[in-house]
């Protein structure tokens, strides 16, 4: 399609905006009956699915910062003059069409739809049936900014498709797709990955790791360890594993504590040899454990004999998405962060960090845990791709 200027792209935007706020109680009205539709017992799919109206404030504020951040596109990566006189400039330009598949979250269909409509791309939205209704209402608004800005409403699509009819659309699509990110759980990427035949950036999984070191400060990991666990137990920057170093294990009083704070957060306990000597603390049956990212108030608890040991059970167990290290020791620290093979790595702060909006972002497309092309939260500035213009007045090689 024809490109956009900036200018109508950010009108779009606004009017997407105050049709939220306008349209608010209709959201709410069509989110209510998804919600009393929705009979599954994955509480973390529950958490997504449910608007209220602190959601919607953070849509709407999702398309103000959209509309505040500088255009994505047109933006010089490189600049050449050959010694022949070519001149040879590279650019950011739109990748085309993305399709984007997500479980349960209307929120998705704001924020990943003025993302790319911001960044210059058409946007295919494939929404879980859980979410049907409200994300049929948000396509309309959709529809209707566009049209209210003189745009076709091919810019953002919605597909109401069933599983099979998702698996031949992957398969045989009827369009040209150019990117496809799959944001949901690994059931959801794997059949993703198994049937497209475009590029695919993998979305979602987290299985995040704390590694709580000799020199931490005990008061604040278990702050950290608190919030990154039991504040959001259904977003993919939850903590999943907390790997403590065995010398602190004899500090019984910490370890009890941590206990006793995650089991008042109604959060199951599972741990290794050692840390399943403790009371409240189950032993887990399979190693295979460590693999699992649990959107549940679960947690597992490991010992480690040192960083190493630490850095090298992430790098074979994590799903390359947060991990944290507790120390007050710098030089450690940047050792772990180094080290550690993760989109995000921190030191002394929870992994609920790990998201665009709070990256300074303005929100995400997706949180990638692929290399390429982008790594971590994709926000409105990673949503394109390059593009090589060479300028000649006849030259031949």
């Known amino acids: 399609m024809k490109g956009l200027t900036s200018a109508q792209r950010n009108n779009v935007l606004t009017t997407m905006a105050e049709l939220i706020a306008s349209e608010r109680v209709a959201i709410l009205d069509a989110n209510k009956m998804d919600v009393e539709n929705y009979n599954g017992v994955d509480i973390a799919m529950y958490d997504r ?38 001149k040879m400039v590279n650019k950011t330009a739109p990748f085309g069409t993305i399709l984007i598949i997500y479980e349960s ?14 960044s210059g791309n058409k946007i295919l939205l494939k929404g879980g049936k859980e979410s049907l209704n409200s ?48 944001r949901g759980g690994e059931k ?22 704390v ?32 790997l403590i170093n065995s010398i602190l294990l004899e500090n019984r009083t910490f370890i009890k504590t941590l206990i006793d704070n995650l089991k008042a957060h109604n959060v199951e306990i599972l741990g290794d040899e050692e840390l399943s000597k403790f009371e409240n ?7 295979a454990i460590w693999f699992e990212e649990f959107l549940d108030y679960k947690i597992v608890l490991g010992s480690v004999k040192d960083i190493d040991e630490a850095i090298l059970k992430i790098n074979t167990y994590g799903g390359g998405h947060s991990a944290v290290i507790l120390t007050e020791n710098k030089e450690t620290a940047q ?21 665009g909006g709070q990256f300074g972002l303005g929100g995400e497309l997706a949180i990638s845990t692929d290399k390429l092309h982008h790594r971590g939260p994709m926000g409105l500035q990673h949503l394109v791709t390059n593009k090589w213009y060479v300028y000649g007045n006849g030259q031949i090689r």
């Open 211 to 242: 590694y709580v070191g000799t020199e931490a400060n005990l008061d604040l990991a278990l702050k950290v360890i608190i919030n990154a666990k039991a504040s959001k137990i259904s977003a993919c920057n939850a903590l999943d594993k907390v």
């Open 281 to 287: 603390v189950a032993a887990f049956e399979n190693e």
């Open 335 to 355: 050792y772990f962060m180094e080290s550690v093979d993760a989109a995000a790595v921190y030191q002394n702060a929870s992994t609920r960090f790990t998201d």
């Open 105 to 118: 979250r209307p929120d998705v269909t704001v924020e990943a739809g003025g993302i790319a409509f911001k």
């Open 135 to 182: 994300n049929l209402k948000i396509v309309e608004l959709w529809h209707q900014a566009l049209l209210e800005n003189n745009i076709s409403t091919d810019w953002v699509e919605y597909l109401n498709y069933n599983r099979a009819e998702t698996q031949a659309f992957l398969e045989h699509p009827a369009q040209k797709i150019d990117l496809i990110v799959p």
């Open 49 to 86: 699915l449910k608007v209220d109206d602190a959601k919607i404030d953070g849509m709407i504020l999702s398309l103000h910062q959209l509309i505040a951040d500088v255009d994505p596109i047109g933006k010089e990566l490189y600049n050449f003059t050959h010694e022949n006189g070519l």
């Open 188 to 209: 959801l990427i794997a059949f993703v990955k198994q049937h497209a035949k475009c590029p695919v950036i993998v979305s979602g999984r987290g299985n995040n790791f």
